[in-house]
């Protein structure tokens, strides 16, 4: 079964998933916030199942990061994806179960980001849990071929 947890910016998606993988187990990942200073500077990757944290996204240039995939304000780094990805076609070929991926957005709708593994996960017809923003839904479930979902939306006020 897939479960897509969606809702705007700042909604607490992240935070729903991290919840249901501490209630179920599992392995994926999640995209925390980082902040410097109390400002918003970008996005880290943590492995859910392991807790290791590495620098996924920054706004603009950052000291120490080294992202080489520009898109919009942001950029990403590729080995931070591979790393993802090599790590999510296992759990697929391995039937681990559920399988969060937090999140679906225009990257992966271009073919980056965690592409290749949602569609790994996908095809083993795993549980899975993923997270898509308002903006990107409708495109994620057509690009994707998501027949069967049900929709969770986060009980945290939305902005």
């Known amino acids: 079964m897939i479960t897509v947890i969606t809702g705007p910016v700042d909604c ?3 935070s729903e998933i991290n919840k249901i993988f501490e209630n ?6 999640i995209s925390p916030k980082v902040y410097r200073d109390g400002v918003f500077v970008g996005y880290d990757l943590k492995h859910l199942a392991t807790g290791e ?7 603009g240039k950052c000291s120490g990061f080294e992202g080489n995939l520009e898109y919009g304000r942001f950029l990403f780094s590729r080995g931070s ?3 993802a990805n090599s790590i999510l076609i296992d ?3 391995n039937s681990i179960k559920p399988i969060f991926i937090d999140e679906i957005g225009p990257v992966e709708l271009f073919g980056g980001g965690f592409h290749n593994g949602i569609i790994s996960a996908i095809e083993a017809n795993v549980d899975l849990y993923l997270v898509i ?5 409708r495109e994620a479930v057509d690009k994707f071929h998501i027949g069967e979902y049900r929709i969770l939306i986060p009980k945290r006020s939305c902005r």
Request: hydrophobic residues 35%; positive net charge; contains cysteine.
């Open 24 to 29: 179920s187990g599992g392995d994926g990942f």
């Open 12 to 14: 607490g998606k992240t």
């Open 53 to 59: 944290t590495r620098a996924l996204a920054r706004i």
């Open 81 to 83: 994806f591979d790393y």
């Open 91 to 93: 759990m697929a070929k």
């Open 133 to 137: 923003g308002y903006r990107c839904f």
